[in-house]
């Protein structure tokens, strides 16, 4: 069975465009959450999707917002960049959540450059 | 509000060695907890996770830890350190209902020496 797959893997971007990450989960997945990983601030929790719609969300500004598709895949699109964007982007499938305890399965990561 | 501690930024221990990783987690309800190793330029891969069954949980590559309510703990440990166990460990709580809503530790990379 495929994992979790990410694109673009690599992305450079001018402060003030907007940019657009994908994410396609496991097969069968209906749960994806995104993080964002930097050296200062660690890994922190984006929003999760289930069946289209957001279920929990981040302190991230409102700059930062997601999708997703019937058919699970998922984007997050992040406008007016920063140069503090720059990060992984992680997107991380599961097949449902109830309680909680459904392990989560990372993709290898979206590494966004804000210049 | 829940929070997950891990005690060092690093550790270095020798090939065959006691590996040992702190983590405290606060949570004001029944927590779940994960342990995650991420390799260079990789995602993150689950090690073992506690869902309040067993309080001491085994995991892949050797890794087991023990779930210590009184003490708020979840440490991570194997037996003996193998040069491929270099990576950098998070250590997770799992909060919310009805969705995930994971909070990470800082991190903590593991040097392995031969």
């Known amino acids: 069975k495929a994992g979790v797959t990410q694109t673009p893997r690599y992305l450079i971007k001018t402060r003030g465009q907007q940019v657009t990450l994908s994410c396609s989960p496991i097969s069968g997945h209906r749960s994806v959450s995104w993080y964002q990983q930097t050296p200062g601030q660690g890994l922190q929790f984006l929003f999760e999707y289930f069946s289209e719609t957001q279920r929990n969300k981040g302190n991230f500004p409102g700059r930062f917002s997601g999708r997703q598709f019937s058919n699970s895949r998922s984007e997050m699109n992040v406008s007016t960049l920063e140069l503090g964007d720059s990060a992984l982007y992680l997107c991380?499938?599961?097949?449902?959540?109830?309680?909680?305890?459904?392990?989560?399965?990372f993709g290898p990561g979206t590494r966004l450059t804000v210049l | 509000a829940q929070s997950v501690t891990q005690l060092g930024s690093h550790v270095s221990v020798s090939e065959g060695a006691l590996v040992l990783l702190r983590c405290n987690y606060s949570?004001?309800?029944?927590?779940?907890l994960f342990w995650y190793v991420q390799y260079p330029n990789q995602g993150l891969q689950l090690l073992l996770k506690?869902?309040?069954?067993?309080?001491l949980v085994k995991g892949i590559n050797g890794f087991e830890a023990e779930f210590k309510k009184s003490e708020t703990s979840f440490h991570l440990t194997k037996p003996s350190a193998h040069m491929s166990d270099a990576a950098e460990y998070f250590c997770?709580?799992?909060?919310?209902?009805?969705?995930?809503?994971?909070?990470f530790g800082a991190g903590t990379r593991l040097f392995v020496k031969a």
């Open positions: 997770a709580v799992s909060v919310g209902t009805g969705g995930f809503k994971t909070i």
């Open positions: 949570s004001s309800v029944p927590p779940y």
């Open positions: 506690y869902t309040s069954a067993a309080t």
């Open positions: 991380a499938s599961s097949l449902e959540s109830v309680g909680n305890t459904d392990t989560q399965y």
